[in-house]
Nanobody, 115 residues
Framework: QVQLVESGGDLVQPGGSLRLSCAAS????????MSWYRQVPGKQRELVAR????????DYADTVKGRFTISRDNAKNTVYLQMNSLKPEDTAVYYC????????WGQGTQVTVSS
């Protein structure tokens, strides 16, 4: 079964950290560019970070540069998003995306940054 399953979302205080994980199955993970997107109600889904198939190239939204780090483990079919120095404006549902022969989405995981 082709699927992406996110985990790691939580309620965290401003300045805190979280690590999101996205476990992939049912397709050739190492052939897919992986990304994290986020969405808040009433707004468009936005790209947060992207990583190439080998992990050699990464891109970040300006709003998260220097705070978030995307990585992948092709042996474990998993992509990660390390989020540090979290701000209230980072509050959103975070989605994992796989782009290759097809485009795949996970179900999302809620991140809430609040005191």
């Amino acid at each position: 079964q082709v699927q992406l399953v996110e985990s790691g979302g939580d309620l965290v205080q401003p300045g805190g950290s979280l690590r999101l994980s996205c476990a992939a199955s049912g397709f050739t993970f190492s052939s897919y560019t992986m990304s994290w997107y986020r969405q808040v109600p009433g707004k468009q889904r936005e790209l947060v970070a992207r990583i190439s198939t080998t992990g050699s190239t990464t891109d970040y939204a300006d709003t998260v540069k220097g705070r978030f780090t995307i990585s992948r483990d092709n042996a474990k079919n998993t992509v990660y998003l390390q989020m540090n120095s979290l701000k209230p404006e980072d509050t959103a549902v975070y989605y994992c995306n796989a782009l290759g022969k097809a485009m795949l989405w996970g179900q999302g995981t809620q991140v809430t940054v609040s005191s």
